[in-house]
């Protein structure tokens, strides 16, 4: 039930960084849902292994390191995904902060 509700999170928020963000571009509600899940799955599975390997760069700039980490994966999973584009590097940073903004958000009003 936990999985089922971040994927439903994290495909509202790539429609959310498609709606306020210039770069980031959706054909429809399939291509969201399917970058909703591979996004979760990245942050389920390879985001804590790269936390952990990256823990020093991530202390010295205060935790900054993890938004580009996160705009790396956002751009990846438009690289596989038809229907999911980002123009450029800024436009993927923006949407990974509009990315965790939601997140965070979700995760506040739930817990």
């Known amino acids: 039930m936990k ?16 709606y306020f963000v210039g770069g980031v571009f959706l054909q429809g509600i399939v291509p ?3 970058a909703g899940l591979v ?4 942050h389920i599975t390879i985001k804590p292994i790269l936390l952990v390997v990256t823990l020093p760069i991530n ?5 900054l390191f993890s938004i580009l980490i ?3 994966f ?11 584009s980002v123009v450029d590097f800024m436009s993927a940073f923006w949407g990974a ?3 965790s903004i939601v997140n965070a958000l979700s995760r506040f ?3």
Do not use: K, M
Not at 39 to 42: E, K, N, R, T
């Open 109 to 111: 009003i739930i817990d």
């Open 74 to 84: 956002f751009w990846f999973v438009s690289t596989l995904i038809n229907g999911f």
């Open 39 to 42: 996004l979760s799955i990245i």
């Open 70 to 72: 996160n705009a790396v």
């Open 59 to 63: 202390i010295l700039t205060f935790g």
């Open 32 to 34: 969201a849902l399917i």
């Open 97 to 99: 902060v509009v990315v």
């Open 3 to 18: 999985l089922l509700f971040r994927i439903v999170i994290f495909t509202l928020s790539v429609i959310a960084a498609a």
